[in-house]
């Protein structure tokens, strides 16, 4: 069945560092990556997606690569800031009605 | 505009009880689905339905059972909760396939099973 692993399940930077967050995912005819931030207590919501006709995506400070040959994809936040911790989840959908969701990732940000 | 409600927010039943979870959506989304949601383990699918009168088996739909009977309401049931049902659920709900579009999430089910 469909997979999407997760690395790493936690990660910690210093404010202002770079952060990466990679998954890959099993399904060949997935063609839709959408990033969801988690805060404590909160729901998931939506943050930067990428489609498979696109490589690259940035919104600001984060931005979305896409490798569909290696069947990876990657999540990179600039700059962070305390407010970025949070947990992050990759996900994968278009090769059937599901969206498989990776493990995810706890982001700290130190300040 | 409320988005995606869930109910009840926290729960906690015996072992053997059942229980409804109820999901309402205002977005007119046609797709809805519930995840649990457990340490380690992200958000894994239990059932989904791709509009009014459909459901189908995610990945993990033992247990559960679901019903779609209105466009707007997804209903998750426990027939007789087992402490492996511990968890968080979320329900959620897109207009379209989720591939195309985003999915909304409600705030999460705290259910313990004791």
């Known amino acids: 069945g469909e997979n999407v692993e997760q690395h790493p399940s936690t990660l910690s930077v210093q404010e202002g560092d770079s952060a990466v967050i990679k998954c890959t995912y099993s399904?060949?005819?997935?063609?839709?990556f959408p990033w969801y931030k988690q805060e404590l207590g909160k729901r998931p919501q939506l943050i930067i997606d990428?489609?498979?006709?696109?490589g690259e995506k940035k919104d600001q400070r984060i931005a979305v690569t896409l490798n569909k040959t290696a069947k990876h994809f990657s999540l990179h936040i600039t700059e962070t800031q305390p407010e970025d911790s949070a947990v992050y989840f990759c996900a994968a959908g278009g090769g059937t009605d599901k969206l498989i969701f990776g493990t995810g990732t706890r982001l700290q940000v130190f300040p | 505009n409320a988005g995606v409600t869930q109910t009840p927010k926290f729960r906690v039943l015996k072992t053997g009880q059942s229980m409804t979870l109820l999901c309402a959506q205002d977005m007119n989304h046609e797709y809805m689905y519930w995840y649990r949601q457990d340490p380690g383990m992200g958000l894994r699918l239990i059932h989904y339905s791709v509009g009014e009168g459909t459901t189908a088996k995610g990945e993990v739909p033992d247990g559960y059972n679901v019903s779609r009977l209105k466009k707007q309401n997804f209903l998750l049931g426990l027939e007789s909760a087992a402490p492996s049902q511990t968890s968080v659920y979320f329900c959620?709900?897109?207009?379209?396939?989720?591939?195309?579009?985003?999915?909304?999430f409600g705030q999460g089910t705290r259910l313990t099973v004791v």
């Open positions: 959620a709900s897109s207009y379209y396939q989720v591939m195309n579009t985003e999915a909304f």
């Open positions: 399904d060949s005819a997935s063609n839709y």
């Open positions: 990428i489609r498979s006709n696109v």
